[in-house]
């Protein structure tokens, strides 16, 4: 596309581009150090989202870089748009790089599969053909249902079955054969490999007593199901479960059986009436029924009540539908952990290996434990308000805790804490008309200094693990079967068949042969030269620094405490050299003098496997880019910032001005009941050391999460990520603007986990608390709790309140965030707003066109009067924070815009779908409030200072607070 003939946008566009891939790959001189930006890797998949083959070029960069943790973190921060990509991107591609890609990186952390695991699960039940309930599910889409179908089916595999060569490659490391460099581009082969394996070929991995259940049903993907003789037929039908009572007539149906899938069509290749998956599904055929060639199949969601004409047919399809429960049925997407228990269920895992076995367990383990914590909510929900309060502790106390259980709202580079014991007794009710939320506590053991993916893959990895203090979880068949040591020929035979199957990889033509004049050929020739000296002993390496492994002999991996020998599953990314590494050329001269045997045959079986790895070919559509030279200033505009988003997830934003422990005391009165988070947590420990003795393990640390159910918190999860880019966003500028980004995780379409805002409340419950002001408002209530206006403790909570509400203000107004009544609005006893609750977003509002929250953000009289009144030096300071918090936010509109246009493509959120918020209305109105139309600095600067004066003592503000008193008691 020539210049001269595109439109701005388009150019702006092309610009943009050009400047993400040189940020991206030319950047830095030789032998500098620098991070690969993961915001920026994100993007330039989405802009050339119609370039698969730049699409598979990155991610093939970016896996190589996916074992350094800041890299790691920021492929988990945007897991939400890789996944949306994946799901609704690669269905139209002639290749699946995107979720090899995705496969690779949960080889590398199974907390990462189960977060991928959550995400398709919530994806499958938007499309999938009808609700829970029986009704006609208006977002059905049958292309991409059998895409998340088969999305989880290839995830499932890929953790379970493992890479069948990492644990010889690991022993081949620990004798010193390979270098640790070698040993890490080796098992990042395997990886890449095993993902193709299971992508190309579902059933590659399974052995052949696991083939022998494999139904040989010939089936398509997608919408073009083919139906043969052997796997499709009519039948009577009608549903097993009536949305209204009234009798049901049978109905001649089409049957199909495809894809571990059950589908009713009206006529073949007709409309697709109802569909099922049959994992792990119970065929039934009663002994005494009314009807004759009568039989049932059922999972929790669903029933099929069919007839046949005769027996033959019947049991014809019988035996049909119970191979395809069994085929690989791991696990199901149907069943609840109860119903998972049955011996069908079991069919194939007792033909797993012992570590294949371990794997399957903890998976299956981890994701009954979360269903189970949110069926707690959903069982209550069901239950007389009065009654709820007296049930919770019953249900929490009888929820199963699996070996290895964990809370998985966090980081694979967290730290690891196991789930020990269920605190029933210190659970929480909140009821609501709808839902009933449950606040749920448990004690977690800290137990060694490892983070989760170090500890998950010490323990489920493919190779000898760490025994921890549950160790005695784990079967011993599996630590006896890893003790021995293969032989030569079976390393051979292994590491040689692996790079035999490697070479059925679809070839790409390499980058180099390609480049044949300078821009952007010269940019990918050169970063796939990089990416290739990564895997040797090259000096000057440009990515990694670990220069202390680069011997073939080289020390194997620290002891544990234990003795056993730990996984290292990290790379190195110091900047400098450690001192006691060798030099380059003593690592060389230490290599050509090493006496292994096995020497050359290693460098040489190197070189071959990773010879034989797949390239991507050059995209033609790119050759002509003008890329700008390295180390040249890319634009002036402020939209091409760069802003660190994943690097501190956990931050709070700024430092808080700390008040004194007698103005929290007096503060917690108000909002803790009395009591604060760590006096509970202590109170806790005392109570628990009375009771088991002194012996209770002094690692624990009480932790609290709350369920939800009847409620989809996807948008809440997007909504927290933007406010967490944001929180980024000022914290590079330096601006003093407070955000509390917490953890939401979404786990189906109806349920899902919150973290807990600890020594906090709504200012509906602080309003409401005993003692408060009866005058005076939240200004009296600061005065009571700080002080007076003139001393330390009120003037740094008058701070602590003012940098939060400039955060939210900005967030409510970039994000258009509506529903901010005080049941929605937290504070803390340091005086800080924490905004919950974001149900209603980016215009989206209560009432829709007619929202009585037209202002561009809530602030009330309460608020201004805390700040001395309106027109003092403090409501000036937070004026000139609003200023500089949005230009700072419109300098990195880029970004923050391309976050929202993918999540918003084919987009089943509320604020992105829909007759009124549907297509482009959201982005649209995104772009108005960011004001990028507005190029001169003091006309934006004026409109700034507007957005405060338009918000302040707006009516519809104090209009739907009054009408929240009205209908939900919500204090005013």
């Known amino acids: 596309m020539g210049q001269s003939s595109s439109s701005p946008k388009t150019q702006l566009t092309e610009e943009y581009r050009q400047s993400l891939l040189s940020s991206v790959f030319m950047e830095g001189g030789e032998g500098k150090s620098r991070a690969i930006d993961m915001e920026k890797i994100t993007m330039i998949i989405w802009c050339y989202r119609d370039s698969p083959e730049m699409v598979t070029f990155i991610s093939n960069f970016l896996s190589k870089f996916s074992g350094e943790k800041l890299v790691f973190d920021g492929i988990e921060f945007y897991l939400p748009q890789l996944a949306h990509m994946i799901i609704h991107l690669e269905v139209d591609w002639p290749s699946t790089t995107l979720e090899q890609f995705a496969l690779v990186i949960s080889q590398h952390s199974l907390h990462f599969a189960l977060q991928f695991n959550w995400i398709l699960i919530c994806a499958l039940q938007d499309y999938q053909p009808e609700t829970s309930s029986g009704e006609v599910n208006p977002t059905y889409n049958e292309v991409f249902f059998t895409r998340c179908i088969k999305l989880l089916q290839n995830m499932e595999r890929c953790v379970v079955y493992g890479t069948p060569r990492a644990s010889e490659l690991r022993k081949l490391y620990d004798m010193g054969e390979i270098s640790r460099e070698e040993f890490e581009a080796m098992e990042l082969a395997d990886r890449r490999f095993n993902a193709f394996q299971i992508v190309d070929s579902p059933t590659q991995n399974l052995t052949e007593r696991q083939l022998d259940l494999v139904d040989n049903v010939t089936a398509g993907s997608g919408s073009d199901i083919e139906f043969t003789q052997g796997n499709s037929g009519w039948l009577l039908y009608k549903r097993g479960k009536r949305r209204k009572y009234r009798r049901k007539p049978w109905k001649r149906r089409f049957f199909v059986v495809a894809e571990r899938m059950l589908f009713c069509y009206d006529k073949p290749n007709g409309t697709l009436r109802r569909a099922m998956p049959l994992e792990s599904a119970i065929v039934n055929r009663p002994k005494e029924w009314k009807y004759p060639f009568y039989f049932e199949v059922n999972n929790q ?166 025994m921890h203090d549950n160790s005695d979880s784990f079967d011993q068949e599996a630590a006896s079967s890893e003790a021995s040591t293969p032989s030569k020929a079976q390393i051979d035979m292994s590491l040689g068949d692996a790079i035999k199957q490697s070479k059925t990889l679809n070839k790409f033509t390499t980058v180099a042969a390609k480049a044949k004049k300078k821009g952007i050929g010269t940019l990918m020739k050169e970063a796939s030269k990089n990416m290739g000296k990564a895997f040797g002993n090259s000096p000057g390496r440009r990515f990694s620094k670990d220069r202390s492994f680069k011997t073939r002999n080289a020390s194997p991996t620290p002891l544990s405490p234990s003795g056993r020998s730990k996984h290292q599953i990290w790379k190195e990314t110091n900047s400098e050299p450690s001192s006691e590494a060798p030099s380059d050329a003593q690592s060389s001269a230490a290599s050509k003098n090493a006496k292994s045997p096995n020497k050359k045959r290693m460098n040489a079986r190197l070189t071959k496997f990773m010879a034989d790895m797949p390239q991507v070919k050059m995209p033609k559509s790119l050759d002509s880019l003008k890329m700008p030279k390295p180390g040249k200033k890319k634009f002036n505009d402020p939209e091409y910032k760069r802003v660190k988003i994943y690097k501190s997830q956990s931050d709070a934003g700024i430092e808080s001005q700390n008040v004194s422990d007698e103005a929290l005391r007096r503060a917690e009165k108000f909002i803790c009941g009395g009591e604060s988070w760590d006096a509970k947590c202590a109170r806790i420990r005392k109570n628990l050391i009375a009771e088991e003795g002194e012996e209770v393990n002094k690692n624990m640390i009480t932790n609290a999460v709350i369920a939800k159910s009847n409620d989809d918190v996807r948008q809440e999860v997007f909504i927290m990520q933007m406010i967490h880019f944001y929180q980024s966003v000022f914290k590079e500028e330096g601006l003093p603007i407070f955000l509390k980004p917490y953890k939401i995780l979404s786990t189906s379409k109806e349920t899902g986990l919150i973290e807990l805002l600890t020594n906090s409340t709504s200012i509906d419950g602080l309003k409401k608390s005993d003692g408060y002001p009866i005058e005076g408002g939240m200004r009296a209530y600061f005065e009571l709790v700080y002080g007076p206006p003139s001393s330390a403790d009120f003037v740094k909570a008058q701070n602590n309140f003012m940098y939060s509400l400039a955060g939210y203000s900005l967030v409510s107004y970039l994000l258009g965030l509506k529903d901010r009544h005080n049941g929605n609005i937290m504070i803390n006893t340091k005086g800080q707003l924490i905004h919950i609750d974001f149900g209603f977003a980016f215009g989206m509002a209560p009432g829709h066109e007619f929202s009585m929250e037209k202002a561009p953000f809530k602030l009330t009289k309460e608020y201004v009067d805390i700040l001395d009144g309106y027109g003092s030096p403090k409501f000036q300071e937070f004026t000139n924070l609003i200023v500089q918090g949005f230009m700072a936010a419109r300098g990195s509109s880029q970004i923050a815009l391309g976050l929202v246009e993918i999540m918003m493509h084919r987009s089943n959120y509320p604020c992105f779908s829909g007759m009124r918020y549907g297509g482009d209305v959201a982005l649209t109105r995104f772009k108005s409030r960011l004001m990028l139309h507005i190029t001169d600095e003091r006309v934006l600067m004026s409109r700034a200072r507007n957005l405060v004066k338009d918000s302040y003592l707006h009516w519809g503000t104090g209009l739907y607070d009054k009408f929240q008193k009205a209908t939900n008691g919500l204090a005013v």
């Open 301 to 466: 969601n669903y029933q099929f009540l069919i007839r046949g004409s005769n027996e033959a047919e019947v049991a014809k399809w019988i035996n049909l539908l119970e191979k395809n429960a069994k085929t690989a049925a791991l696990f199901s997407m149907a069943l609840s952990p109860k119903q998972s228990q049955s011996g069908q269920s079991q069919s194939l895992i007792s033909h797993l290996s012992p570590e294949q076995r371990k794997r399957y367990q903890f998976f299956k383990g981890e994701r009954d434990f979360v269903r189970s914590l949110c069926d707690i909510a959903e069982e209550l929900r069901f239950e007389p308000r009065e009654h709820r309060k007296a049930l919770a502790p019953e249900l929490i106390a009888d929820t199963p805790i699996p070996p290895c259980a964990y809370v998985p709202m966090c980081k694979s580079t967290d730290r690891w804490l196991r789930v020990v014991r269920m605190l029933p007794n210190e659970a929480r009710v909140f009821s609501t008309k709808e839902r009933c939320p449950v606040l749920m506590c448990f004690d977690t053991e800290k137990g060694e200094d490892v983070d989760v993916a170090e500890y998950l893959h010490d323990q489920f990895g493919d190779g000898p693990p760490t």
